[in-house]
């Protein structure tokens, strides 16, 4: 007689409950996605910034700026701009035009060892492409451009900082990260690059999906 007892698979062990203290970071970077942000300067030339503090509500966008950089002199004069979203793989093209600026002298407030650069593009080795309804050109080399405009833009409370609201006119997507035959961005196949706490990276496996995702997982 079998007097083994099923009492079905056992369970994982609880994990051990967290320990939190109390920390004081330098500065807040959660993990954002990257955004290349071109702007026009006075003469017609692009102008051409990271950032790293960037969202979206619906075709809203939002971006934080630093308030002494060219690319806020230039949306406050002229406020059409591409937003383009590089792959992962090129941080180190975006981490070339980190210690770059657009402003001659170097402004008050920047990181040191900041300099000047009129040509931003070839001194990342990036590519202009030609946008469709702003003047700025897009970033030939990322899967995902946005052509938006300012519609509002206001300082912080510090007055360090510029909040940038954005109405987004145009996407345009590689053609490899988009569903074929409709109109989203695949996720298993876009791989943005992020920027968590000063450091780059890309995206880990799925874990899941949003019960509203309409690109579910197979």
Same mark, same amino acid.
């Given at each position: 007689?079998?007097?083994?007892?099923?009492?079905?698979?056992?369970?994982?062990?609880?994990?051990?409950?967290?320990?939190?203290?109390? +920390? %004081?970071?330098? +500065?807040?970077?959660?993990?954002?996605?990257?955004?290349? +942000?071109?702007?026009?300067?006075?003469?017609? *030339?692009?102008?051409?910034?990271? +950032?790293?503090?960037?969202?979206?509500?619906?075709?809203?966008?939002?971006?934080?700026?630093?308030?002494?950089?060219?690319?806020?002199?230039?949306?406050?004069?002229?406020?059409?701009?591409?937003?383009?979203?590089?792959?992962?793989?090129?941080?180190?093209?975006?981490?070339?035009?980190?210690?770059?600026?657009?402003?001659?002298?170097?402004?008050?407030?920047?990181?040191?060892?900041?300099?000047?650069?009129?040509?931003?593009?070839?001194?990342?080795?990036?590519?202009?492409?030609?946008?469709?309804?702003?003047?700025?050109?897009?970033?030939?080399?990322?899967?995902?451009?946005?052509?938006?405009?300012?519609?509002?833009?206001?300082?912080?409370?510090?007055?360090?900082?510029?909040? =940038?609201?954005?109405?987004?006119?145009?996407? @345009?997507?590689? *053609? %490899?990260? =988009?569903?074929?035959?409709?109109? @989203?961005?695949?996720?298993?196949?876009?791989?943005?690059?992020?920027?968590?706490?000063?450091?780059?990276?890309?995206?880990?496996?799925? @874990?899941?999906?949003?019960?509203?995702?309409?690109?579910?997982?197979?």
């Amino acid at each position: 007689m079998n007097t083994e007892q099923h009492t079905g698979p056992a369970r994982a062990a609880a994990p051990p409950p967290l320990e939190h203290r109390t +920390i %004081r970071p330098r +500065i807040l970077y959660f993990g954002t996605p990257v955004v290349l +942000i071109s702007t026009a300067n006075d003469d017609g *030339t692009p102008n051409l910034a990271p +950032i790293s503090s960037v969202w979206a509500l619906g075709h809203l966008l939002v971006l934080g700026l630093g308030a002494t950089g060219q690319t806020a002199r230039n949306l406050a004069e002229r406020p059409g701009f591409a937003a383009c979203f590089p792959a992962a793989e090129d941080w180190s093209r975006v981490e070339r035009l980190a210690p770059l600026t657009g402003r001659d002298p170097v402004p008050p407030g920047k990181p040191p060892g900041c300099r000047f650069e009129a040509d931003k593009f070839a001194a990342a080795g990036l590519t202009p492409q030609e946008s469709e309804l702003v003047a700025p050109p897009r970033v030939a080399e990322c899967p995902l451009q946005l052509e938006a405009r300012v519609v509002r833009a206001d300082a912080d409370a510090s007055g360090d900082l510029v909040v =940038v609201q954005a109405d987004v006119l145009r996407v @345009h997507a590689d *053609t %490899r990260v =988009v569903v074929p035959g409709t109109d @989203h961005v695949d996720p298993s196949r876009w791989n943005p690059l992020i920027y968590n706490f000063r450091h780059y990276f890309g995206l880990g496996r799925q @874990h899941g999906h949003s019960h509203r995702s309409e690109t579910p997982a197979p």
